[in-house]
């Protein structure tokens, strides 16, 4: 009886379920978070310093720069349709909630979707008959919904993320832009440029109240753009041809103003994006002098960082921005087609920022980003 025939297909068989498994846990292998790889330069401001308060991390061109890799049988699909890698066309709105990045991208009329968790990456560009035009804003509530304003189609839509399911949510607008969901009150706010105001909405789309009217006045927008809030729930608009942030309670009474017209340090040109981080710095994306400005709770100038050109650390024509939970700051660096990764020290980082430098020896004190920014 010839036994070395059937050895060899149990050989072959255990073989491959070897291979199956080394497969499996290459595929379940946790990957090194993409905000913790070491930068490939080393950029910093101030330039000088031992303790910088932004340090630059990376550039974010398509999802193969968050890790995301395809799979094999997308790989397959693409070379037998001739399919390439979706690159950021002309990014505008940014939200990372923890796990997922999402990218408003008016020129290609998407919404790119990168889970940097599960390691996928999808576009969000309708369905069915309700397709996105020029998406410009992003919003995340804590049920899951993402709001996407559609600057061209004058709606805001919500898209289910588990259900992957896009939909009209609020219409009665002229030209919606800037979103931001408050957590204090459970309310949206949506920046309508045209129209000058700010229209505070609840989760079935009813319109609770707005402020703002078109003009130059104190109370007045001119072309508003972005919107955010603080953890206090207190809301900050850009009001880009007034040259200046506002800063207004939930109810939406005045509380401050930040910023006036001019080309130096400490006064706006054309303030377009606005974030706010864990210690109350408001930060400002000025497009026309390509770079942002952070300012304290009073209005008064504490660093600005970028500068015009197309290398690492550079803007051109910046427009959105987005601070997560741990500090990161992601900048749509909408004409060089990009979204650059900053990270603001904290106080509380400081000795080990300055160790890193030191040594050269990367520290991360902040851990995975524990959830939604524009805090």
Not at 257 to 280: F, M
Not at 324 to 352: G, M, P, W
Request: hydrophobic residues 35%; aromatic residues 8%; glycine residues 10%.
């Amino acid at each position: 009886m010839n036994l070395s025939k059937p050895n060899a297909v149990r050989k072959r068989a255990l073989l491959l379920a070897m291979l199956m498994a080394a497969v499996m846990l290459a595929g379940c292998a946790t990957p090194t978070p993409f905000y913790a790889e070491r930068p490939a330069v080393q950029l910093q401001w101030p330039l000088l310093s031992s303790r910088p308060k932004i340090v630059w991390v990376k550039t974010i061109a398509t999802y193969r720069d968050v890790g995301i890799e395809k799979g094999f049988w997308q790989k397959a699909v693409e070379l037998l349709t001739g399919g390439e890698d979706t690159r950021i066309s002309r990014p505008y709105g940014i939200l990372f909630d923890g796990s997922r990045l999402f990218i408003a991208d008016p020129g290609a009329g998407c919404v790119h979707c990168m889970d940097t968790k599960e390691g996928r990456y999808r576009i969000i560009d309708g369905e069915g008959e309700t397709l996105l035009r020029t998406p410009i804003g992003l919003a995340e509530d804590e049920r899951g919904n993402l709001y996407i304003t559609d600057s061209t189609a004058a709606t805001v839509y919500v898209y289910d993320i588990g259900r992957r399911t896009l939909k009209p949510f609020l219409r009665q607008l002229k030209r919606p832009t800037g979103i931001v969901y408050n957590k204090v009150n459970k309310l949206l706010y949506v920046v309508d440029t045209v129209a000058g105001t700010v229209v505070a909405v609840d989760g079935q789309g009813a319109v609770k109240h707005t402020f703002g009217s078109p003009g130059g006045g104190t109370l007045n927008f001119n072309h508003p753009t972005d919107i955010t809030v603080d953890r206090r729930g207190q809301i900050y608009v850009t009001d880009p041809l007034n040259y200046r942030v506002k800063v207004f309670s939930p109810e939406g009474q005045l509380v401050n103003q930040v910023g006036n017209a001019g080309d130096a340090p400490g006064e706006l040109n054309k303030p377009k994006g606005v974030a706010v981080d864990s210690e109350g710095l408001i930060y400002v994306c000025d497009s026309l002098q390509d770079t942002v400005q952070i300012f304290d709770s009073t209005g008064a100038l504490v660093l600005n960082f970028g500068a015009n050109g197309t290398d690492s650390g550079q803007f051109w024509m910046p427009s959105g921005i987005f601070i997560d939970a741990n500090d990161y700051i992601y900048i749509a660096d909408t004409y060089n087609h990009r979204v650059q990764l900053f990270r603001h020290i904290s106080k509380t980082a400081d000795t080990e920022m300055d160790d890193e430098f030191r040594t050269g020896e990367p520290v991360d004190t902040a851990g995975p980003p524990r959830g939604e920014g524009k805090p």
